[in-house]
Nanobody
């Protein structure tokens, strides 16, 4: 497992942008499949995007064309992963979580049960 800490959540108007960051301690990001999930209270956790060790990405249909996931594979990188969120909508409001699973490929995709390391979350609120 790896220690993960998210940051960057905020309250924004619809149409605005935010950039979330995920700091990972212990191992370089290139050794992990990493992902962003989000959860609204009372609902199941939803996969947003994944990025594999080789940079291959996957996005949920609801965020394609608006969100961009990226990763810093440097050994001493302070921030391992980002989620650039553009054209935000009220339905993007949620707690956003960073997740990781050791391995070069994201075999589990957007399925939360595949990941064994999780951050505490960062809150994103989008108002209309």
């Amino acid at each position: 497992q790896v220690q993960l800490v998210e940051s960057g959540g905020d309250s924004v108007q619809a149409g605005g942008s935010l950039r979330l960051s995920c700091a990972a301690s212990g191992s370089p990001a290139r050794d992990f499949c990493m992902a962003w999930f989000r959860q609204v209270e009372g609902k199941e956790r939803e996969g947003v995007a994944t990025i594999a060790g080789d940079g291959t990405t996957q996005y949920a249909d609801s965020v394609k064309g608006r969100f961009i996931i990226s990763k810093d594979n440097a050994q001493d990188a302070q921030i391992a992963m980002y989620l650039q969120m553009n054209s935000l909508k009220p339905e993007d409001t949620a707690m956003y979580y960073c997740a990781a699973e050791r391995g070069a490929y994201c075999y589990g995709g957007l399925i939360s049960a595949y990941y064994d390391s999780w951050g505490q979350g960062t809150k994103v609120t989008v108002s209309s």
